[in-house]
């Protein structure tokens, strides 16, 4: 079973508004962590924001914040005021403590594309 | 800037040979992760070594090895070497195991079997 889906192979924004890129992940584990890399047409992963399953509050990193809703299992990427730098493909990724503890699974990404 | 040292960027090679990627994790991280990527199978997590042992493995082919020097660095080698072989592989590191430590990743080896 995919543990991480991302439904949007792609995705296009306006410069200068906010774009939400969906993830929802599927685990049994009790501690797991979230995370958010943004992948640029050179090829490198950068990571951008991180999300813990027992934190209360919604990390934010900058113009990134991760909308969680634990319930539901979804970790969605929220990029205010967009930049034509962000053009990118954006991966969302999951590290269980328990189980596959050590392996990250990621997602199959979202390409975002931001108009001028 | 994210620490981690890949080399080569670039490696050409034919089918049936053998090649070694070379990663240097940030200062500081004992874990190294291997990631191969791929058009048609995504990202695909393939090894991790801590503190110089192997502690989880994933999606690796028999024909692929790694391991982790007591410096901290980390070899993937390939070998037998097929055109489906060619993909960006990537080494990440962290601090340590835990599940709230980001992985942070080199720039990646591209590597072409011809």
């Known amino acids: 079973a995919q543990k991480i889906t991302q439904t949007q192979p792609g995705m296009f924004v306006q410069e200068k508004e906010a774009v939400t890129l969906d993830c929802t992940y599927d685990t049994s584990d009790p501690s797991y962590g979230l995370f958010w890399y943004k992948q640029p047409s050179s090829g490198e992963m950068i990571f951008l924001i991180y999300q813990g399953s027992y934190d209360q509050q919604n990390a934010t990193e900058g113009r990134y914040s991760l909308n969680f809703q634990k319930a539901r299992k979804s970790a969605n990427l929220v990029i205010s005021a967009s930049q034509l730098g962000d053009s990118a493909m954006y991966f969302c990724?999951?590290?269980?403590?328990?189980?596959?503890?050590?392996?990250?699974?990621f997602g199959d990404g979202t390409t975002l594309t931001v108009k001028p | 800037d994210s620490g981690v040292t890949q080399t080569p960027k670039h490696l050409i090679t034919a089918t049936g040979q053998r090649v070694t990627l070379r990663c240097s994790p940030r200062s500081g991280d004992l874990s190294v992760y291997w990631y191969q990527q791929s058009l048609d199978q995504g990202l695909q997590f393939l090894i991790q070594y801590y503190n110089g042992e192997e502690r989880a493995k994933g999606n690796i082919l028999e024909r692929f090895s790694a391991q982790q020097f007591p410096d901290l660095h980390s070899e993937l080698n390939l070998s037998s070497l097929e055109l489906g072989d060619s993909a960006l592989y990537f080494c990440?590191?962290?601090?340590?195991?835990?599940?709230?430590?980001?992985?942070?990743f080199g720039d990646g080896t591209r590597l072409s079997i011809l």
């Open positions: 990440a590191s962290s601090v340590g195991l835990e599940d709230d430590q980001p992985q942070h």
């Open positions: 990724a999951m590290r269980e403590r328990f189980n596959n503890a050590g392996k990250s699974t």
